[in-house]
Nanobody
């Protein structure tokens, strides 16, 4: 009953920018945190950035200074602004949310379907 819908992926040249958005919907009571993970073929999934409902952020070392995560708690959305993109940023990007559903006590770990980011000239 919880869905995460991502948008904003695509092809961009090195040094360019992309803006990824993720919107959570469904029977949501509370979202503790939202974030973005990425996975390239043959590699492990890794955290890119996350943000709590209180605004605390965490970034992978490889993206610090280039990516910025933000959120709109009222709309249950999270945005990842990616600047100065590098070819090594190429990956599938997946939205993640830790969600408490209406009528539930514990939180579930929800995932989006992924959006592809390709950085190439």
């Amino acid at each position: 009953q919880v869905q995460l819908v991502e948008s904003g992926g695509g092809l961009v040249q090195p040094g360019g920018s992309l803006r990824l958005s993720c919107a959570a919907s469904g029977s949501i009571f509370r979202i503790y945190a939202m974030g973005w993970y990425r996975q390239a073929p043959g590699k492990q999934r890794e955290l890119v950035a996350k943000i709590t409902s209180g605004g605390s952020t965490d970034y992978a070392d490889s993206v610090k200074g280039r990516f910025t995560i933000s959120r709109d708690n009222a709309k249950n959305t999270v945005v990842l602004q990616m600047n100065s993109l590098k070819p090594e940023d190429t990956a599938g990007y997946y939205c993640n949310a830790q969600v408490v559903q209406v009528g539930y006590v514990g939180a579930l770990d929800a995932w989006g379907q992924g959006t592809l980011v390709t950085v190439s000239s």
